[in-house]
């Protein structure tokens, strides 16, 4: 089993940046794909971007494209998610999370994902 900490979240002004990273426990962090989600409050969870194992490969909601950058760092057991022009409907709680799969469809959603960390908080104010 992985074990995830999020942190980085804070208050932020439109238009500013952000960089989340996650820390993760466990010996074969490698081998797992990561994500981020976000939730705002009376919203489904949100999938918002997903790494593979091999770091080849990313996925991003339309949402976020060209905005966000998922990365991550298998030495140090870190995944981050570098956000910019930040917007106030970007306002959530971010998720991190990690499976052994990669959905080769690409619709991402909660499913794929079997551990989660406990959130950090986004605010992006106008």
């Known amino acids: 089993q992985i074990q995830l900490a999020e942190s980085g979240g804070g208050l932020v002004q439109a238009g500013g940046s952000l960089r989340l990273s996650c820390a993760a426990s466990g010996r074969t962090f490698s081998s797992y794909t990561m994500g981020w989600f976000r939730q705002a409050p009376g919203k489904e969870r949100e999938f918002v971007a997903a790494i593979n194992w091999s770091v080849g490969k990313a996925y991003y909601a339309d949402s976020v494209k060209d905005r966000f950058t998922i990365s991550r760092d298998n030495a140090k057991n870190t995944v981050s998610l570098e956000m910019n022009s930040l917007k106030p409907e970007d306002s959530a709680v971010y998720y991190c999370?990690?499976?052994?799969?990669?959905?080769?469809?690409?619709?991402?959603?909660?499913?794929?994902?079997?551990?989660w960390g406990q959130g950090t908080q986004v605010t992006v104010s106008s």
């Open positions: 999370a990690a499976d052994t799969r990669w959905n080769w469809n690409n619709n991402w959603g909660a499913r794929d994902f079997g551990s």
